[in-house]
Nanobody
Framework: QVHLVESGGGSVQTGGSLRLSCAASGYTFRGNSMAWFRQPSGKEREGLAYIWTQQDRRNYADSVKGRFTVSQDNTNNIMYLQMNRLEPQDSAMYYC??????????????????WGQGTQVTVSS
């Protein structure tokens, strides 16, 4: 049973930083990839960052490139999302995802089998 738990969300002002964590159980980091998504209230879920450490691969959506960094601690099965220079449009529920289907693309929400419950990020101007 795969279980993902996000944490680290909160409220910050424009220009601030947050680091989100995604703790995974029942899922082997080594050899597998993961991703971060977000969903603003009333909008669709958006893929942000993808990581596959075995292939040394990281991909970012244009909206966060240069501001967000994804990383993994394979020893403790935790994925991180360091978010810098936050803007009000970054306000959303943030989710981590695991278990690719290899059918829809890494930034499609349909691509992933497992999701956490989300952590809220609110950026005020």
């Amino acid at each position: 049973q795969v279980h993902l738990v996000e944490s680290g969300g909160g409220s910050v002002q424009t220009g601030g930083s947050l680091r989100l964590s995604c703790a995974a159980s029942g899922y082997t980091f080594r050899g597998n990839s993961m991703a971060w998504f977000r969903q603003p209230s009333g909008k669709e879920r958006e893929g942000l960052a993808y990581i596959w450490t075995q292939q040394d691969r990281r991909n970012y959506a244009d909206s966060v490139k240069g501001r967000f960094t994804v990383s993994q601690d394979n020893t403790n099965n935790i994925m991180y999302l360091q978010m810098n220079r936050l803007e009000p449009q970054d306000s959303a529920m943030y989710y981590c995802a695991a278990g690719r289907k290899y059918a829809y693309g890494i930034f499609s929400s349909m691509e992933w089998n497992y999701w956490g419950q989300g952590t809220q990020v609110t950026v005020s101007s």
